[in-house]
């Protein structure tokens, strides 16, 4: 059997780390194989696609959920299969497929057996997510993020409680077809829509952002449909009713919740959140995450495509 092992050196907490290492060690042993760490930003992809063209059959995606989506992302629309050891703050995907966790033995068992299915993704501005991409407090958090040093679920807390106080809502106009895939554009009056203010416009592959916060509790991965979710804007006194809808899969039946299934679809916001870097006091505008990333563009137009069971996973 032809495997791969991909490491993210750095990803995640010491413990994440150490505990990846001895998976890796074990499945280096098992298959005769060496792992290869990445590099730099974007190397995982540029090493999944040399395992594509070497015809490897599964690769094993050690890191977050930045490495798992610049692997994953090279693997749409291959026969190579992904596994993933999640070692990542969040941990979105490996959570949703049931992957966070596995021991060792269960990892081997789980290759050797290679029973595999696919998965859904989205792309947005050219890139691929797995997990969710979105406009608002979440991309803005995304950004905030990024510029810590310090990983873990508590640094997400703290940064979102930060941002709350100074956080304007995002105006927006979301435009949508019903199906996965529209056979006209966003301007064909036959599209839905919805417009407004909102404190967060998600549009989920899978359930969770990670960390088991469940954002679009029923979403599916291999239905061909997105899940949106809407939330409007709310005082601070009820973050907790927020937090507790969040991490106990109950978005869909919060007071200040939209959510509806949709294929395509093109998100409007004229005016993104804007972020301060805390080192060098530069503002930047928080315009969407992917997959938990902060992404950057000039247009104010994202067209967020479906692309249906096009990623295998054993």
């Not at 760490?37 to 992809?45: I, L, N, R």
């Not at 809808?245 to 200040?256: A, C, I, T, W």
């Not at 005016?271 to 563009?297: M, R």
Request: hydrophobic share 40%; aromatic share 10%.
């Amino acid at each position: 059997m032809n495997i791969r092992i991909i490491i993210n050196p750095v990803s995640g907490t010491n413990a994440a780390r150490k505990r990846a290492k001895k998976v890796v060690l074990a499945l280096e042993e098992a298959f005769s194989i060496k792992g290869i760490k990445t590099q730099y930003a974007g190397h995982a992809t540029e090493l999944a696609k040399q395992a594509v063209n070497d015809g490897v059959e599964i690769i094993v995606a050690v890191g977050g959920d930045g490495t798992v989506n610049e692997i994953a992302s090279a693997l749409v629309g291959t026969e190579t299969a992904l596994i993933i050891v999640g070692t990542g703050s969040g941990n979105g995907l490996a959570r949703d497929l049931g992957m966070f966790g596995l021991s060792t033995k269960q990892i081997i068992e789980r290759i050797k057996q290679h029973k595999s299915y696919r998965i859904d993704c989205g792309e947005v501005l050219g890139r691929k997510f797995f997990c969710t991409c979105g406009s608002g407090f979440d991309a803005l958090i995304g950004h905030m993020f990024a510029q810590t040093k310090v990983r873990g679920f508590l640094t997400y807390v703290k940064l979102s409680l930060k941002a709350y106080k100074d956080y304007t809502p995002l105006s927006y106009r979301l435009s949508f077809c019903k199906n996965s895939s529209c056979e006209s554009d966003a301007a064909d009056a036959g599209l839905e829509s919805r417009k407004g203010e909102a404190f967060v416009v998600n549009i989920a592959n899978n359930k969770q952002f990670g960390n088991n916060a469940y954002i679009a509790p029923h979403a599916n991965l291999m239905d061909g449909l997105f899940t949106v979710t809407i939330i409007k804007p709310f005082k601070w006194y009820h973050i907790p009713y927020m937090a507790y809808s969040l991490f106990f899969k109950q978005m869909h039946k919060n007071k200040f919740v939209e959510t509806f299934d949709c294929g395509d679809c093109i998100l409007d916001v004229p005016l993104f959140p804007s972020v301060i870097n805390s080192s060098t006091g530069s503002v930047t505008e928080a315009y969407l995450h992917i997959d938990g990333e902060p992404i950057n563009t000039n247009s104010n137009s994202l067209s967020v495509k479906m692309i249906p069971a096009s990623l295998k996973i054993i």
